[in-house]
């Protein structure tokens, strides 16, 4: 099972960047796929991006395309979210997810079993 804690979130001006990580503390991190959502306030979790268990393959929402990119590290058990160009609409709550490996890539929310606590990201204009 995995425990996912993010972190790397924080305020930014429109334009910046920023790197979020998440650990997990388990054993088993290089067996599942890995993601991030993100939940504007009052709706519904919304897919962002997500990395297959070995890193050969990743998929992302149309709406990041091109400024947010995904990576992991499994020899540190960590999922990372590059985030470049920041826009005001990106401001949520991130939470990185994961759902196990031996299934196909999630490419919607409601795919993941596993969730962290979420880190906030807030964009100023």
């Known amino acids: 099972q995995v425990q996912l804690v993010e972190s790397g979130g924080g305020l930014v001006q429109a334009g910046g960047s920023l790197r979020l990580s998440c650990a997990d503390s388990?054993?088993?991190?290089?067996?599942?796929?890995m993601g991030w959502v993100r939940q504007p306030q009052g709706k519904e979790r919304d897919f962002v991006a997500t990395?297959?268990?070995?890193?050969?393959?990743?998929f992302y929402a149309d709406a990041v395309k091109g400024r947010f990119t995904i990576s992991r590290d499994n020899a540190k058990n960590t999922v990372y979210l590059q985030i470049n160009s920041l826009k005001p609409e990106d401001t949520d709550v991130y939470y990185c997810?994961?759902?196990?490996?031996?299934?196909?890539?999630?490419?919607?929310?409601?795919?993941?079993?596993?969730w962290g606590q979420g880190t906030q990201v807030t964009v100023s204009s």
């Open positions: 997810a994961a759902r196990l490996g031996n299934v196909r890539l999630p490419t919607t929310a409601r795919e993941y079993d596993y």
């Open positions: 990395i297959g268990w070995s890193a050969a393959n990743d």
């Open positions: 388990g054993r088993t991190f290089s067996s599942y796929h």
